[in-house]
């Protein structure tokens, strides 16, 4: 069983959160199923947690970490997620030293649907450069240069640019080799495209437990080729590092607390 395993002997360099909504047919409306995976600081990448939730909102990231916590799970170099605002909040009051990276890929689509389709190649070629800067400062000077240029002509891009504009950076903290990890996941994306690929050929699932099963099953399979070794001696020392100027292992982690009494509707799934 994936999700009782016990994660305290881990150590976990890099953690991932993300939801994929499909529809279902008892409820006629679609369902989250909230998903976890890490990289361990040898490179291995692992699935964690499969739950599924009807947003992303501070009860539902909070239930997700506590079961972390309650598997001794230590806390990570980063945490990479989409802009939901609970669950950042939720991140911040469990681990609030770890740095919280916000997904490029999500970020690149919200941009690209705020600049006309003639002007995106080119505002496109700036953000990339701006993202992947050599260092964080060069970074957030490309980043206030390509507002001042574009402010008057795509104001609401520019206003995406400075949302969660620490979380955007954050990448730049660690080892350059590893960034294009934790900026963002191809491999989990494609499995997304592989599990809605799956349930248009069953338009709509009857119930939560089956589509559960149905991003399991496709998660899974691709889990089993993460195994691998992927980080040399020389980039886990420099994640160590990492962990030792961010002090990760002396915290302590707040009280996790949920702000209201009302639970989202959840469901947790495992498997063999």
């Known amino acids: 069983m994936f999700r009782p395993r016990d994660l305290s002997q881990e150590s976990v360099a890099y953690l991932f ?14 369902t989250g199923v909230l998903c976890v995976w890490a990289i361990w600081e040898d490179g291995r990448k692992v699935l964690l947690s499969l739950s599924t939730s009807n947003s992303e909102s501070y009860e539902s990231g909070l239930e997700v970490l506590r079961d972390l916590l309650k598997r001794g799970m230590r806390p990570p170099v980063t945490i990479t997620t989409d802009g939901a605002g609970g669950l950042s909040k939720a991140i911040d009051a469990s681990w609030p030293k770890s740095l919280r990276i916000r997904w490029w890929f999500h970020k690149m689509q919200n941009l690209e649907q705020k600049v006309p389709a003639q002007a995106g190649p080119a505002f496109k070629a700036l953000v990339v450069d701006m993202r992947d800067a050599p260092a964080r400062q060069k970074a957030e000077e490309r980043r206030a240069q390509l507002v001042v240029q574009y402010q008057r002509e795509f104001p609401a891009a520019c206003r995406c640019l400075w949302d969660a504009a620490a979380a955007s950076l954050n990448h730049l ?8 990890y934790v900026r963002t996941s191809n491999l989990a994306e494609r499995a997304f495209v592989e599990a809605r690929r799956r349930t248009k050929v069953i338009p709509h699932l009857f119930e939560e437990r089956s589509l559960v099963q149905l991003v399991f099953a496709v998660l899974i399979r691709v ?14 020392h420099q994640i160590r590092t990492l962990r030792r100027k961010r002090t990760l292992d002396e915290q302590e982690v707040r009280s996790l607390a949920p702000t209201s009494d009302h639970q989202s509707r959840r469901s947790a799934a495992s498997a063999a």
């Open 173 to 180: 903290e660690v080892p350059p080799r590893q960034q294009h």
């Open 17 to 30: 959160i993300d939801t994929v909504y499909e529809p279902l047919r008892r409820w006629g409306q679609k």
């Open 223 to 236: 889990s089993d080729r993460w195994t691998k070794k992927g980080f040399s001696e020389v980039e886990r």
